[in-house]
DNA sequence: AAATTTCTCAACCGCTTCTGA
DNA sequence: CTCAGAAGCGGTTGAGAAATT
């Protein structure tokens, strides 16, 4: 394997940074910046080639960075952001305050990949999972939202649109069921995506109504449109309803609707909408006052907002079968 | 206790994207 | 518009640590 281009003019070390070399970088970015890394390595006097340098800041010596394990919290985040994002680990560590890329990265594939992967379904989840399947409708899938539901239709595509994965609800009233797989898809049933699906569910999200003119766009731009969104003063998500025709613009399978996001330039990115507080995981159940108690408020979806019309809290036993993971997962604390 | 296997994670590689001349 | 260098990103590697036999 050759070197990178800006290694390859002169002799560089690799491998490990030692305390010193840490130290010379150290001083080198807090007295010049790194307005250009290819001269830093000059200017700390190392010889490194400026990439390394770049990497070793970023990734290890930066101040802002958090260290040690991930919080349950933070495990969730990624679960979820990963089901929409995918591998976009940059993206993903953004909404991850005090964690790299790469960190999230290896967090991923060492710890929650081999979770979620060896059964197709994360056994965490699995006991509220089938209880939902059963009340709501099934599809066939024994191993519920979890399970790979490939979606013959899905190649057909427009490739500016996201499929919102929602987290399945520990409440089988809901009448959702979940086919997420790591496709990000999300299909609502038709049958019963009852007003409490949006009232508990998708708060800031607002579906466009057959009289809404306002969103009328060809995707659905979900409460992002000023007049679409959501207002914490009402409680109940008005006229909300499916507009039939539109819908069948997209995934109309059976009675199964498929809800994509817009990504056109009026809609946020999926991460936009992710930030504002609206990614699915389920949030409190009003009457739930039992479990008001036992809930932990993930205080990360709301920080970048200040106060949020309505904070979104994990049900007490999602976040149990996060913390399960957690559990279950050898201490990650960082070295050195 | 020693050998072996598995796991973790820092670092690297190569490709892509960005930026400025 | 083109090009070159810098920066960003995701996949992969491998050394050291931890766990297992």
Redo the contacts with the bound molecule.
């Keep these: 394997?050759?070197?990178?281009?800006?290694?390859s003019k002169q002799k560089v070390?690799?491998?490990?940074?030692s305390p010193e070399e840490d130290e010379k970088l150290i001083n080198c970015i807090t007295t010049y910046g790194?307005?250009?890394?290819?001269?830093v390595p000059q200017l700390a006097g190392l010889q490194?080639?400026?990439?390394?340098c770049?990497?070793?800041w970023?990734?290890?010596l930066r101040p802002d960075l958090k260290r040690g394990s991930f919080s349950p919290q933070e495990a969730a985040l990624i679960i979820e952001l990963h089901s929409i994002l995918g591998?976009?680990?940059?993206?993903i560590?953004k909404h991850l305050p005090g964690r790299t890329?790469?960190?999230v990265?290896?967090?991923w594939?060492?710890?929650i990949k081999?979770k979620l992967i060896p059964h197709e379904v994360n056994p965490a989840f699995a006991s509220f999972s089938s209880d939902h399947i059963h009340n709501s409708r099934s599809h066939g899938s024994e191993e519920g939202f979890f399970t790979l539901n490939t979606n013959p239709n899905l190649g057909s595509q427009p490739q500016d649109q996201l499929y919102l994965p929602i987290v399945p609800s520990p409440t089988p009233s809901l009448g959702l069921d979940y086919h997420g797989d790591f496709n990000n898809i999300l299909k609502l049933d038709q049958t019963s995506y009852a007003s409490n699906f949006v009232d508990h569910f998708l708060p800031p999200f607002q579906l466009p109504s057959n009289n809404s003119s306002s969103c009328e766009s060809s995707s659905w731009s979900l409460g992002y449109q000023p007049h679409c969104q959501y207002d914490p003063n009402v409680q109940q998500v008005q006229n909300f309803s499916i507009n039939e025709a539109a819908a069948a613009q997209y995934n109309n399978i059976g009675n199964e609707l498929m809800v994509p996001i817009s990504m056109a330039s009026s809609a946020p990115a999926a991460y936009e909408i992710i930030d504002s507080n609206a990614c699915g995981i389920p949030i409190l159940y009003p009457s739930d006052t039992q479990e008001l108690d036992s809930l932990t408020k993930l205080s990360c979806f709301t920080s970048d907002h200040g106060s949020h019309p309505q904070d979104l809290q994990f049900p007490s036993n999602q976040l149990e079968c996060i913390k399960a993971i957690m559990s279950s997962?050898?201490s990650?604390?960082?070295?050195?």
């Design positions: 394997m050759g070197h990178h281009s800006c290694c070390k690799r491998g490990l940074w790194h307005g250009c890394w290819s001269s490194r080639c400026g990439k390394s770049r990497l070793r970023t990734n290890y591998n976009k680990w940059a993206q560590a890329d790469n960190e990265k290896n967090f594939n060492s710890s081999k997962l050898p990650s604390s960082s070295s050195l």
